[in-house]
């Protein structure tokens, strides 16, 4: 909302936490959350451009609207997955392709 509200307009904000999760940590925070085994990591080949890890520079925001996160990633995590079990019909029909492995090929 701080950006809604108070942000310029025209302008951009990157949001995130100020911390660098590698893939595999994230993947295993999921699976931990949703009583899964590690096991089921299944490693494919990697698509063209893949990102090993994630990171954002967010002190614009944090400087100009006194903007901080309120949640820990496994909590967010949790709320992810939360509304994805939740809301089934948003994304049940998408094209089956995109789940293949390696859908770019």
Do not use: C
């Amino acid at each position: 909302m701080d950006v809604l509200l108070n942000g310029k307009s025209g302008e951009s904000y990157n949001i995130s936490a100020g911390n660098e999760i590698d893939n595999i940590t994230i993947i295993k925070k999921i699976l931990t959350i949703i009583g899964k085994p590690l096991e089921n990591i299944e490693f494919v080949e990697d698509r063209p451009g893949h990102d090993f890890r994630y990171s954002m520079e967010s002190t614009k925001i944090r400087n100009n609207l006194g903007w901080s996160q309120n949640k820990k990633i496994e909590e967010g995590l949790k709320k992810t997955i939360e509304w994805y079990l939740e809301n089934k019909e948003w994304w049940m029909h998408l094209d089956q392709k995109i789940l293949d492995a390696t859908p770019w090929k």
